[in-house]
């Protein structure tokens, strides 16, 4: 079985949104100082790294990310390379060959560039779906949607495009690593963090050869 980690390493010098604050990892018991065990105190907003976004993140609605259900989070799953000016419209994604086929669907992009050069600043210009792209997609059937930068949505207009897939029940993951993934078909396993009343968590996520 071959597995793919399409995580991002959660560290101190990930880039998050800016307002954000940033991960912060504080060694708080240390065997080097005479204590029985190392233990680390972690401090981030739930939209740190590769993340889930709950529909309360946009909608205020109370449905919380541990109420999501997990067998969409799990199963057959297509990349696919998307390219755009400025941000995805529809168009990009009919020419993309997106047309209602797929159920988890994961954008590749040039955004994924920025993860394999180890870029640590934020990146205002990343590629993400306009309100159009957005409605394209539901009415496709997508029940799940990835993107390989920090946010579904344009930096300067974010709310539109989360609020347009939330609404429809379309399911965020945030922050995927494609970098090294080839476009095709892969059995999809993304399980976010179970945050009680929080709206996103952290996941792992990961990718399996369809012929595995």
Partial sequence: MTLYDISLTLTESLPVWPGDPPLQLKLISSIAEGEIANVTQLSA???????????????NNGKTVEQIPLELM??????????????????DLQEAGISGQYKRL?????????????????????????????????????????VDYLSIAPYADPVPTHRILLEAGTLIIEGVDLSR??????????????????????ARVLLQDSGD
């Fill in 45 to 59: 907003a739930v939209h740190i790294g590769t993340h889930v976004d709950a529909p309360d993140h946009f909608l």
């Fill in 74 to 91: 799990v199963g057959p799953a297509a990349v696919v390379a998307v390219s755009g000016e400025g941000a995805i419209t529809a168009r």
């Fill in 106 to 146: 994961l954008l590749k992009t040039k955004n994924s560039g920025y993860w394999e050069s180890e870029e640590v600043d934020f990146q205002e210009d990343f590629l993400a779906l306009d309100r159009e792209a957005a409605r394209y997609l539901v009415e496709c059937g997508v029940e799940v949607i990835g």
């Fill in 181 to 202: 993934i080839a476009p095709g078909e892969y059995t999809l396993l993304c399980l976010p963090l179970k945050i009680g009343g929080a709206d996103g968590a952290p």
